[in-house]
C-alpha cells in the first residue's frame, strides 16, 4: 500500500520535480518507508511514489522500470495472484529481479498490453509509463478500493492518490464542487466526479489512456446480475464457503504482521474465522463506544474468545469522536454521514500502535450479499403494494423491522411514506430515490447561498440522481439486484473512502477487503435474490447466515447487528463539549458568512430548532443529519480552501530516473529533498 504522484506536461514543458516533492511530502502518510521519482520523456512525465512496504521489503522500490527502461510504473495497491502470473510470465520467458508484484504488472503489460488490467485480481490504483509508445495507462481496480485523483488543464495532467496532493501545488485553484454537494449530502454518490472543483475521480473498474492528444476513458468491468437459476441453494452454500476462504487466504500473503478488525457483526466475524483456519496466532481490534447503545464490544469479546483470537479493545467516547473530527474529514476529503465513522481512523491507528500493519476488513459483504437494512425496506414496500396477504404480512412484518432497525433509522432505512406517490424511475420503490426526492423538495432549496449553487444553471438532487445511473438497465433487473448496483457507488464512493483506505492509511496502515475479491465478487452478482434475503424472518445475508453456521458462533444468530456507527450529530453536540464548541464556532453567523457555503437563514432556522425540539422528535431525527452536513462542509472549507494545504514534514524522494534519460544527472546521487 503506497501513494503515488504523477505529473503529465503537453507541448514543450517540463516537470519540475519540486513539484513531485511537494505531492509525496503532502501524501508522506500513505508510505512513510521509502520515497522516489523519476523523470522520463525528455522531461514531460514526472513519477513519484511513496512506499509503505509489506512484501519484498528489501527490493520493489518505485517507480520501477522494465529491463529495458522504455516502461515504468507508479503503483498503490496488491496483486493477490501475483505468483499465478508470475510463474505463468517465467514460463514465456520473462525474468524478475524482485518478489514484489509490481514488477509483475510491468511484464503482465509487456506481454499483453492495456488488455492485462482485466486479469488483475486485487486491489489497485497505478500510472504506466510506456516510453515506446508516448503514453501513460492510468488503472483503477473493480470497486474502487485504491483511490487515485486527477486534473486536467491544457497544460498538464495531475494525478495523485489523495485529492490533497493535487491541492498542494500553488498553481492550483482550490473550489469546492457544486456537483458534490448537490449528491452526497442527499443520500447518493455521483462516481467519477470529487469534492473539489476540477479535480475527477478515476471510476472503478476504468482506465485512462493518456498522451498528447488528451485523455480517453474505458471501463473494463462491470457486474453482471443475471441470476444464475440452476445454482441450487447447498451448491451456493458450498460455493461461497470455499470462495470466501480463498478470499481471506490469499489476503495474508505479506512480510509483516497481519491483523483484523472484529466490531461483533457476520462480516468481520467470518473474517476472523476465515483467519482462524489459516493463522493460529493473529491480533484482532474492536472499537467501544463508551456510554452508547452503539457498543459492541463484549460481543466481540465473546467472538474473539470462541476463536481463540488476542482481541485489543480501544475505548472512544464523544469527546474522541469529536476531537479527531476535523482530521477525520481532511484525511477523508469528504463529509461524514456519522460521528461513529471517526472511530474508524481511531481504530486504525490503534491497530498500528499494537504492531500490525495490514488489517483484514469486511467492507463489500453489505452490497453484494443485501446487508443494508434498505434491502429489506424496499422488498417491505413491495409486499405492502402488492395487496392482499402480501400487504397483510407485510405490514406485520414492517412493525418488527422498525423496532429491530430503530438505530440506523434514516441512516439506512427511512419512515417517510413518500415511496407510494414517488415514480419509481430504478422500477421500483427505492430507498435512495424517496429519501433524495423528499431532501431535494424540504432542503435543497434552501440550503446554500446562491452564490455557491445557482439552480437556475445546476441540476436539482433528483435531476442529477436520474442522469447517474443506467436507468433503462436497472428496470430490467429484480429489483433486489438493481438496488445491490445502486449500493456501488457507495461503496465506492463514501464506505471505502471514510471507513477504508483514508482512515487507514492515514495511520500508515493497509487494509485488505476479501469480500471483494474478484471470483467471490463474480459469484456474488448471479445469486437469485432469494438466497439474499429472508423476509419471513427479515434475515439480511441470508447465504452468508445459512452457509457458515458451523463456524459462526451460535449466539450470532441470537442478536441483531446495526451497522458500523454511533450516537448521531445531536448526541455529539449535547453530550461532548468538544463537538458543542466544534457546532458554535463552524455554525456561528461569521463562519458561516466566511465560508459562503450555506444560506445564513436557513441555517438559523435550523440552529433554532436543534436547540428546542424534544430530543426524541421525528423531526429532530430527520435534521440531525443536515446539520452533520453543515458542520462537515464547514471544516472542509476551512481545511482545503481558506488555507493552503502544506506537507507536514520535507521528504526526500530518491532519483530512479532510468540512467538513458541523461537527466537531472547532479541529482541522480542525492536524491530531491523538500525542506
Not at 429 to 437: A, D, H, I, Y
Request: aromatic share 10%; glycine share 6%; proline share 5%.
Amino acid at each position: 500500500m503506497c501513494g503515488l504522484s504523477v505529473i503529465y506536461k503537453f507541448q514543450q514543458a517540463a516537470v519540475d520535480p519540486a513539484d513531485l516533492a511537494t505531492m509525496s511530502a503532502t501524501i508522506a502518510h500513505r508510505g512513510p518507508d521509502e520515497a522516489g521519482y523519476a523523470i522520463v520523456e525528455q522531461g514531460k512525465v514526472g513519477l513519484a511514489h511513496v512506499r509503505l512496504s509489506i512484501v519484498d521489503l528489501a527490493h520493489g522500490q518505485q517507480p520501477m522500470f522494465s529491463r529495458d527502461e522504455r516502461i515504468g510504473i507508479s503503483y498503490n495497491g496488491e496483486i493477490y495472484d501475483a505468483e499465478l502470473h508470475r510463474q505463468r510470465l517465467r514460463a514465456l520467458g520473462h525474468q524478475f529481479r524482485t518478489t514484489s508484484d509490481t514488477e509483475v504488472l510491468l511484464c503482465l503489460y509487456q506481454e499483453y498490453g492495456v488488455d492485462f488490467v482485466s486479469q488483475l485480481n486485487g486491489e489497485f490504483a497505478f500510472v504506466l509509463w510506456d516510453g515506446h509508445r508516448n503514453k501513460l495507462l492510468v488503472a483503477r481496480d473493480r470497486t474502487g478500493v485504491k483511490p487515485l485523483y486527477y486534473l486536467q488543464n491544457t497544460h498538464e495532467v495531475i494525478l495523485c492518490s489523495e485529492a490533497k496532493g493535487i491541492l498542494s501545488l500553488d498553481r492550483i485553484d482550490r473550489a469546492l464542487n457544486p456537483a458534490y454537494f448537490l449528491s452526497t449530502p442527499f443520500a447518493f454518490q455521483v462516481q467519477g466526479i470529487s469534492a473539489f472543483s476540477q479535480i475527477l475521480s478515476l471510476k472503478p473498474a476504468h482506465l485512462l489512456l493518456i498522451d498528447q492528444q488528451g485523455i480517453t476513458e474505458h471501463c473494463y468491468w462491470q457486474p453482471n446480475y443475471n441470476a444464475d437459476r440452476d445454482i441450487s441453494f447447498a451448491t451456493a452454500q458450498e460455493q461461497v464457503e470455499q470462495l470466501l476462504d480463498q478470499a481471506v487466504a490469499r489476503r495474508l500473503v505479506a512480510d509483516v504482521p497481519v491483523g483484523t478488525y472484529l466490531s461483533g457483526g457476520i462480516d468481520s466475524t467470518l473474517t476472523c474465522a476465515m483467519m482462524a483456519r489459516h493463522h493460529s496466532k493473529f491480533k484482532a481490534f474492536n472499537l467501544s463506544y463508551v456510554n452508547s447503545d452503539y457498543d459492541e464490544s463484549s460481543l466481540a469479546a465473546q467472538i474473539a474468545a470462541h476463536y481463540g483470537v488476542e482481541l485489543h479493545t480501544l475505548p472512544c467516547t464523544k469527546d474522541d469522536l469529536a476531537e479527531h473530527l476535523e482530521d477525520a474529514i481532511f484525511h477523508s476529503e469528504m463529509l461524514i454521514a456519522n460521528p461513529g465513522h471517526v472511530g474508524k481512523k481511531l481504530l486504525s491507528k490503534f491497530a498500528r500502535q499494537n504492531g500490525v500493519k495490514v488489517c483484514l476488513t469486511g467492507e463489500g459483504s453489505d452490497e453484494f450479499f443485501a446487508g443494508y437494512a434498505y434491502f429489506k425496506q424496499e422488498a417491505l414496500w413491495r409486499m405492502l403494494a402488492a395487496g392482499g396477504e402480501q400487504e397483510v404480512f407485510g405490514r406485520q412484518l414492517t412493525q418488527q423491522f422498525e423496532k429491530n432497525e430503530y438505530r440506523s433509522q434514516e441512516l439506512s432505512w427511512t419512515k417517510s411514506n413518500n415511496w407510494r406517490s414517488d415514480q419509481h424511475i430504478f422500477g421500483f420503490p427505492s430507498f435512495k430515490q424517496t429519501v433524495v426526492t423528499q431532501l431535494s423538495k424540504m432542503v435543497a432549496p434552501n440550503l446554500y447561498h446562491p452564490d455557491f449553487i445557482d439552480y437556475s444553471q445546476q441540476p436539482t438532487p433528483f435531476q442529477l440522481l436520474k442522469s447517474s445511473y443506467p436507468l433503462a438497465q436497472m428496470q430490467q433487473l429484480d429489483p433486489v439486484n438493481a438496488s445491490r448496483l445502486l449500493s456501488l457507488s457507495t461503496l465506492s464512493d463514501y464506505i471505502i473512502p471514510v471507513l477504508g483506505d483514508r482512515a487507514e492509511m492515514a495511520n500508515s496502515l493497509e487494509c485488505r477487503t476479501p469480500f471483494l475479491d474478484n471470483h467471490l465478487l463474480d459469484f456474488a452478482t448471479r445469486l437469485p435474490q432469494s438466497y439474499l434475503l429472508k423476509m419471513d424472518t427479515l434475515r439480511e445475508k441470508y447465504l452468508l447466515h445459512e452457509a457458515f453456521k458451523k463456524d459462526l458462533p451460535p449466539f450470532m444468530y441470537q442478536q441483531h447487528k446495526h451497522p458500523f456507527s454511533a450516537d448521531d450529530w445531536y448526541a455529539l453536540s449535547q453530550q461532548s463539549k468538544r463537538g458543542q464548541a466544534l457546532f458554535q464556532h463552524y455554525l456561528s453567523p461569521q463562519q458561516i458568512a466566511a465560508a459562503g457555503i450555506f444560506n445564513p437563514k436557513y441555517v438559523a432556522t435550523m440552529q433554532q430548532l436543534w436547540q428546542n425540539l424534544p430530543s426524541a422528535s421525528p423531526m429532530l431525527k430527520k435534521i440531525q443529519s443536515t446539520m452533520g452536513v453543515i458542520l462537515g462542509s464547514q471544516i472542509m472549507h476551512e481545511r482545503f480552501i481558506a488555507n493552503r494545504i502544506r506537507p507536514k514534514q520535507p521528504i526526500l524522494l530518491i532519483d530512479r530516473s532510468p540512467r538513458q534519460q541523461g537527466l537531472l544527472q547532479a541529482q541522480q546521487q542525492t536524491g530531491y529533498c523538500l525542506s
